[in-house]
């Protein structure tokens, strides 16, 4: 199983964070190959990560690899370090439409990397929004390796001018845009960064809000912001409360064959079943990752 809660953002050319990340609770990383490392480093930011993969990182972390756009003159080289490295995905940044999923889905192809090496799409451009459900559909439509979107909220409020403001007032028809496209064709969904580390509240309230619009987790920017996210887009003590409550429902003997059920005045189907016994599942996920050395 995997959860999807937080996935910390680590520059490549960063050694010391690099070193950090098998001590930490995030869910993923996203190793950064782009805006983070200056061109005069790209080099040794990739040979910082053929190191660190030699090191047998954490199995129960999520790793993807964030290259250069399609266009760059960094991506062929990135590309091949992807392919050498195997990540769990590869995340493409400055997504604009259909055409640059099929392109990097057809490049993975011919150079036969392995089918669990999954494509990831930064959501950070006017154009990438406006082409949000086009995008996701390429999934049913040969690119078969498309597994999630990441928000992306610099960029996009640079592009649109809307102007950084607590609540993200002006931004949310553009999160629900994305997220309402990623529920329809199947996909994990990230909201953004939130760029004020040291302001804890502001970054919960903001992790709160991304739950409570359907996002899977959230990308962070420092190890601080990690705890935070967990609880917010982490299974609730009311939801598990719930979810008990359905399985030991159904579990009835005369519960047995029937499709809905009553408990406490409410009628629940067997789909709140299923529900309930993933969101279990999770939450025994995320007690053995404690518990695990």
């Not at 954490?58 to 590309?79: C, G, K, Q, T």
């Not at 409410?266 to 996920?285: D, P, S, T, Y």
Request: aromatic fraction near 6%; proline fraction near 6%.
């Amino acid at each position: 199983m995997r959860i999807q809660r937080s996935f910390l953002s680590v520059p490549a050319i960063n050694q010391r964070a690099l070193d950090k990340v098998p001590t930490l609770e995030c869910d993923g990383v996203i190793f950064d190959l782009e805006d983070s490392v200056a061109p005069e480093k790209k080099v040794q930011a990739r040979d910082n990560l053929r190191r660190f993969f030699s090191q047998e990182p954490r199995s129960d972390h999520i790793a993807i690899i964030r290259v250069n756009e399609i266009a760059s003159p960094f991506f062929e080289a990135d590309l091949a370090l992807v392919l050498e490295l195997k990540p769990d995905a590869v995340l493409l940044p400055k997504v604009n439409d259909a055409t640059d999923i099929e392109a990097l889905q057809a490049r993975l192809d011919a150079d036969l990397a392995p089918s669990e090496l999954k494509i990831w799409a930064m959501m950070e451009s006017a154009r990438g929004v406006a082409n949000t459900v086009q995008i996701a559909a390429t999934r049913e439509t040969g690119a078969h390796r498309l597994d999630g979107f990441v928000v992306g909220l610099n960029d996009l409020r640079k592009e649109t001018r809307v102007l950084p403001r607590p609540g993200r007032t002006y931004l949310v028809p553009y999160l629900m845009q994305v997220v309402l496209a990623a529920r329809a064709y199947g996909l994990c969904v990230i909201d953004s960064v939130s760029n004020d580390f040291r302001d804890l509240d502001g970054f919960a309230s903001e992790c709160l809000q991304g739950r409570e619009m359907g996002f899977d987790g959230k990308m962070l920017i420092h190890p601080a912001q990690i705890a935070p996210a967990n609880r917010a887009f982490g299974p609730w003590p009311e939801e598990i409360a719930e979810a008990q409550a359905v399985v030991t429902a159904f579990a009835q003997p005369e519960a047995e064959k029937l499709n809905v059920i009553n408990l406490d005045g409410r009628m629940i189907e067997r789909l709140h079943l299923e529900g309930a016994e993933k969101l279990l599942a999770q939450v025994k996920f995320i007690e053995s990752r404690k518990t695990d050395p």
